[in-house]
């Protein structure tokens, strides 16, 4: 296990270096100003200042690679030829593929692919590992519930998923993720498939309730996000606990079940609960202070009660945090895995949402824990080493969100004294060399388990508690 830099290094040699990053710093450029131009005759020229605003924000973002440079050029070019000719879904379709090419998950358009701007079908799906499958849906398409999808427009979700590959930015997993936010969108799938009709779908599904196999459905539904500046996680549609802003009045496959601890309270940034005297549950959902108490203060409560009760075994769910602000959780990361009682272990709960401050969490709890800590299910959003702590900003005309990259995190090997220029500074102080961040026990999720209201995760960690405890 690699010792973290800020030990490594002499405190001479450290404060020589703090200098050296506080200067370079000092030159890196300010974020880009909101763009000021004439306002826009038409279409045509509305298009193309956003093009030129999206030329900057992308210039400015350090994560694209030298020869994605070009690319992006050839991109952004080809969108200003066909400028005015575009629709929404098209000209944001465009834009989220100029963005992506950067490869990062930090650097993409905060649009449809996040759950924004376009009407989508009143069904939301969700990936397991044997398909993709209804897990919302309006009343009228109660029958749909637990379906698993065959074919949309007569593709398959594989191919579909093949199709939107281009437009989110990131690893394989994270693109995923965000598919489904894309899938019940018909106005994108027509920007990329001319074929595929731009206000409705046609699909067709196995194991359903419907009189039909195959149907045509509208997208009579607003945007997945109730939120024009909010960003839709698809995890939140795994709990069947209803949406506070829920405008379809949409039924869930698992209501009338017992719901599974992880999806009961999927609207709480952070909470724990106590299951059997040796063993405590915490997850969180959001790393940021939303709830009456600060999340710095739960934390340091939670490792108190670990520390003072001798609690033997800790689960830490990240499985559907998206991340935040890590500082929150430094003293957390650092403190609980010591906290644990002796001969007692730490279960870090991950999978495809665990993103950005939550993949730094798990990191650094598996840093701090060694052989203590296992994570434990899918892999996760990001690899350890990424590209984020940019901005936001807003195309003046289309007023598409976009996310931009300027500072690299190495969470796996750690950032060297070479990577000063470009390396989030906060790592210098708090940063790990954690090693490879893939689940150390592999527990993919299933629709039948799923739907039979398990949680297959936490049945294994049970399990591996109980055969250390005999």
């Given at each position: 296990m690699q010792t973290p830099l800020k030990v490594v290094l002499p405190l001479g040699l450290l404060s020589a270096a703090l200098g050296v990053l506080f200067f370079v710093r000092a030159l890196a450029p300010e974020p880009p100003p909101p763009?000021?131009?004439?306002?826009?005759?038409?279409?045509?020229?509305?298009?193309?200042?956003?093009?030129?605003?999206?030329?900057?924000?992308?210039?400015?973002?350090?994560?694209?690679?030298?020869?994605?440079?070009?690319a992006l050029s050839n991109d952004l070019a080809e969108l200003k030829g066909r400028a005015g000719q575009m629709n929404d879904a098209e000209f944001e379709v465009g834009v989220a593929h100029a963005l992506a090419l950067a490869g990062n998950g930090h650097t993409n358009a905060q649009g449809v692919a996040f759950g924004r701007n376009l009407p989508t079908l009143p069904l939301r799906f969700a990936w397991f590992a044997d398909g993709l499958f209804v897990v919302r849906a309006a009343p009228a398409l109660s029958c749909a519930l637990g379906a698993r999808i065959v074919s949309m427009n007569s593709r398959s979700p594989e191919d579909l998923?093949?199709?939107?590959?281009?437009?989110?930015?990131?690893?394989?997993?994270?693109?995923?993720?965000?598919?489904?936010?894309?899938?019940?969108?018909?106005?994108?799938?027509?920007?990329?498939?001319?074929?595929?009709?731009?206000?409705?779908?046609?699909?067709?599904?196995?194991?359903?309730?419907?009189?039909?196999?195959?149907?045509?459905?509208?997208?009579?539904?607003?945007?997945?996000?109730?939120?024009?500046?909010?960003?839709?996680?698809?995890?939140?549609?795994?709990?069947?606990?209803?949406?506070?802003?829920?405008?379809n009045g949409f039924q869930h496959a698992l209501d009338g079940q017992s719901t599974p601890l992880y999806l009961r309270r999927p609207d709480d940034s952070y909470w724990s609960a106590r299951l059997g005297t040796d063993l405590l549950y915490v997850q969180l959902r959001r790393i940021r202070n939303t709830g009456p108490v600060s999340l710095p203060e739960f934390?340091?409560?939670?490792?108190?009660?670990?520390?003072?009760?001798?609690?033997?075994?800790?689960?830490?769910?990240?499985?559907?945090?998206?991340?935040?602000?890590?500082?929150?959780?430094?003293?957390?990361?650092?403190?609980?895995?010591?906290?644990?009682a002796t001969g007692g272990k730490l279960f870090v709960l991950i999978g495809p949402n665990t993103f950005s401050a939550a993949i730094i969490t798990a990191a650094r709890l598996k840093y701090?824990?060694?052989?203590?800590?296992?994570?434990?299910?899918?892999?996760?959003?990001?690899?350890?080493?990424?590209?984020?702590?940019?901005?936001?900003?807003?195309?003046?005309?289309?007023?598409?969100?976009?996310?931009?990259?300027?500072y690299l995190q190495d969470w796996s090997n750690g950032c060297s004294l070479a990577e000063l220029r470009v390396c989030y500074w906060v790592e210098y102080f708090h940063g790990v060399a954690a090693g490879d961040l893939s689940p150390a026990i592999q527990v993919p999720e299933t629709s039948a388990g799923y739907f039979a209201g398990h949680d297959t995760v936490m049945e294994k960690v049970q399990k591996l508690i109980a055969s250390d405890a005999s």
């Open positions: 763009m000021i131009a004439p306002i826009a005759r038409n279409r045509a020229e509305a298009q193309r200042q956003d093009l030129v605003y999206l030329g900057t924000i992308a210039a400015f973002d350090r994560s694209f690679p030298d020869e994605q440079r070009n998923l093949h199709m939107l590959r281009p437009l989110i930015g990131g690893t394989d997993q994270f693109a995923k993720l965000l598919s489904v936010n894309l899938l019940v969108a018909p106005a994108a799938l027509h920007a990329l498939d001319a074929s595929s009709p731009p206000d409705n779908a046609r699909i067709s599904l196995a194991q359903s309730r419907c009189a039909q196999s195959e149907f045509n459905v509208d997208a009579s539904a607003g945007p997945s996000s109730s939120s024009t500046d909010e960003n839709r996680w698809p995890t939140r549609d795994l709990s069947p606990v209803r949406e506070p802003q829920d405008r934390a340091r409560s939670t490792v108190d009660a670990v520390e003072s009760e001798r609690i033997r075994y800790v689960v830490v769910d990240l499985r559907a945090s998206p991340g935040g602000n890590s500082n929150l959780l430094f003293s957390f990361s650092r403190r609980l895995p010591q906290a644990v701090y824990g060694g052989a203590r800590t296992l994570l434990i299910g899918e892999d996760m959003a990001d690899s350890g080493r990424f590209w984020s702590d940019g901005g936001r900003a807003t195309l003046p005309n289309s007023h598409i969100a976009i996310s931009y990259a300027r």
